[in-house]
């Protein structure tokens, strides 16, 4: 392990949460990889605690907030980190070639492609809002490990609280919003974290639909017997994974 002195030179871990989550799901993560690394977890506009975004709910307005709040923060060296909505947001932002990044890790990213979604499953989300029978459904759908009773009321709790204008806006245009025409412009170093028992997207719908935009010699890793939602369920080798890639590309001295 680096020395102490040496973690001054760590690039900070800007962590962007899943639809219908929250900053929270990023605690454990960040506890492990404290003090090496540190975590910077912001609530989405319209989730968690975060009031709508001024600028409405696209990609571009999404990603205009993460990048004013490295920039607010005074970032010099940071590694985006985005999972399943926050991951298209993480590409979005990547492409714009922000001064500091140094990579980009994507966990069960949605895709810079229009995310494959039926229509009937399109509609079912809508009318699930708000709905806690429906919200513990979608947690025991979409999760593969066990985790505890505590994560799980939180889970539900994140999804139940998020604002009606950001919950459909990702249904009805984020998801489908189509950015590839910007991916050829990330040139950071890149992995992808996916896992095996993803009932939302499986390894091979990012083996199709995002790794060909990034760029050559990104990695897809597997984390077998995970869910979707991989902060949770499998927080030990997420930070793991994490902390590999934050030394690989860590700020020359």
Known sequence: MPDTDSFLNNPVFVCLHYWAGSAREWDQVAAELAPEFKCLAPDLGGFGVAAVPKGGHSIEAYTDSIAAL??????TSFILVGHSMGGKIALNLAARHPAGLRGLVLLSPSPPTPEPMTDEDRTASLRAYGNATAALGTFTHITARPVS???RV???EDNLRSRREAWDAWLLHGSRENITGHMCDIQVPCTILVG???AVMSPSVHGLETLPYLPEGTHLEIISGAGHLLPYEAPQEVAALLRKFGRRVETPR
């Open 196 to 198: 095996d028992a993803d």
């Open 70 to 75: 490295i920039a607010e923060k005074q970032l």
């Open 154 to 156: 939180q889970i539900i």
């Open 149 to 151: 009773t505590e994560i």
